[in-house]
């Protein structure tokens, strides 16, 4: 079911409120569900890097891509997400694509962060105008003549960690490496000399640090939902040792046609702030599956996911190697 929140954004249009576009319209994570107003003539861009909402678009007969062309675009929607970081570059991108005088349209909740989005947006721009419906608030401005200070104080830049990687706002563990991804790390294979897969890889971590534990390791395909975290692991691992792959995949609901020696994971677990154990399990039989004969897959988890059923279903042979007050790493061999 779509977001009230899409019902939200084009509220402005559907009440008479605003005026409809003409012109190249850019939506900045759109998602399917929505309802173009009644004369709304512009030509919408959608962008949505997300492969399961991506592929929903793609469906509708949305026009659809994971990222946002040069433009100009003549008004530019935005769709919040509950990620400010990604939330505020969001807001610098339209700024930047917008022609100046277009119209800027962002909706959210109160768990998007909308009211906080509202105050500052306020403090920059006198004709911000708010208007709550359905559960959300609709923000609408124009884009001024001259946006280069308001662009600059949106964008978040890239994020360095350990001195070796680079993130975005808005991906899982964007500031750090995740502390169940470092015990996987620790407990990889030295030995390992065949074909693996990183599965839901995000900006590469487990990549890279199996390309530097295993030399002898003949390749390397990463598989990941997020285009962004997906273009960040390509430069993350740019200097890895064995050859590597990149594969835009919703692993829960597109199969996986290769077939892997080792398969390693950190599955996400929840699209929302609800944990959602089912989605971590339909990754874990994926992996299961794409598994060759005596093939091996090393897993971390939350000490509270149920993936062990899932993994004596799937798997000849499966186990635990090792626990903390926090995670569990788990393994399953075909």
């Not at 962002?106 to 009211?115: L, M, N």
């Not at 599956?289 to 004596?312: H, I, Q, S």
């Not at 798997?315 to 075909?334: D, I, M, Q, V």
Request: hydrophobic content about 45%.
């Amino acid at each position: 079911m779509a977001r009230e929140t899409l019902k939200t954004l084009f509220h402005p249009f559907d009440s008479g409120t605003v005026e409809p576009v003409a012109g190249p319209v850019l939506f900045l994570g759109a998602e399917a569900g929505y309802r173009l107003p009644e004369g709304f003539s512009g030509e919408l861009s959608a962008v949505q890097p997300f492969r399961l909402h991506y592929a929903a678009l793609e469906r509708a007969g949305a026009s659809v891509s994971p990222e946002a062309g040069e433009g100009p675009y003549a008004a530019t929607l935005i769709l919040l997400t509950k990620h400010r970081g990604e939330n505020e570059n969001r807001v610098a991108e339209a700024l930047a694509k917008t022609v100046p005088g277009g119209l800027i349209v962002i909706a959210g909740s109160k768990e998007d962060g909308v009211q906080s989005m509202r105050k500052r947006l306020g403090k920059m721009f006198a004709d911000l105008e708010a208007m709550p419906k359905y559960h959300g608030v609709a923000l609408w401005f124009t884009r001024p003549d001259d946006a280069r200070e308001a662009v600059a104080a949106f964008t978040h830049p890239t994020v360095e960690i350990d001195g070796r990687f680079t993130t975005v706002p808005g991906l899982f563990s964007h500031d750090r490496v995740d502390e169940g991804s470092r015990i996987l790390a620790e407990r990889l294979p030295e030995d390992f000399a065949g074909l693996a897969a990183d599965f839901g890889a995000g900006w590469g971590y487990l990549s890279a640090m199996l390309a530097e534990r295993a030399p002898g390791t003949v390749g390397i395909d990463l598989y990941e939902a997020d285009w962004r975290a997906l273009e960040r692991a390509k430069v993350n691992l740019a200097a890895a040792a064995p050859a590597t792959r990149f594969f835009w995949q919703d692993l829960a609901s597109e199969p996986v046609k290769i077939r892997y020696d080792l398969i390693i994971m950190n599955p996400p677990f929840h699209t929302g702030k609800a944990a959602e154990p089912s989605l971590g399990k339909a990754l874990v039989k994926a992996a299961a599956t794409a598994l060759k004969p005596g093939g091996r897959l090393l897993l971390v988890a939350n000490r509270g996911l149920p993936y062990e059923d899932v993994l004596a279903e799937n798997c000849k042979k499966s186990g635990e190697e090792y626990r903390n007050a926090r995670f569990k790493l788990l393994w399953g061999a075909k």
